[in-house]
């Protein structure tokens, strides 16, 4: 489950790309609760990242479109470089225990391949 960190980095991301995303959407993108979306784009609200500005649909309901301000664009290059670090340091963890995992397995493996074939089959 991503942590509101991660949460924020994709809305602003998305909102870059897609500013008539609505948080159902985002919810949906992000396997998150509706309420949590909620929570994290009134905290960008509150943070003066975004600006919401209403619209109205084709369906004549009232909707919003949220807009990266300008601190907003600072904020979303510096939180994405450093969600990068922590992937990257992830990913580096996750590939260290892949190769300790494979190592052990060829070192449990090594003795079966040594004996017969009919002891192996056994």
């Keep these: 489950m991503p942590d509101n960190q991660e949460i924020d980095v994709l809305?602003?991301?998305?909102?870059?790309?897609q500013p008539h995303t609505t948080q159902r959407e985002f919810a949906k993108l992000l396997s998150v609760s509706l309420g949590r979306v909620n929570y994290c784009i009134n905290a960008l609200l509150d943070k003066g990242w975004i600006k919401a500005?209403?619209?109205?649909?084709?369906?004549?309901?009232?909707?919003?479109?949220?807009?990266?301000?300008?601190?907003?664009?600072?904020?979303?290059?510096?939180?994405?470089?450093?969600?990068?670090?922590?992937?990257?340091a992830e990913y580096d963890a996750l590939r260290a225990e892949i190769e300790q995992l494979s190592a052990e397995i060829e070192v449990e493996d090594a003795p079966k391949a040594l004996l017969p074939d009919a002891e192996q089959n056994a």
């Design 11 to 17: 809305i602003l991301r998305q909102l870059a790309r």
């Design 53 to 88: 500005q209403n619209f109205k649909r084709s369906d004549k309901k009232l909707a919003y479109a949220y807009l990266l301000t300008p601190e907003g664009l600072e904020n979303k290059a510096r939180i994405t470089a450093s969600f990068l670090q922590r992937k990257r």
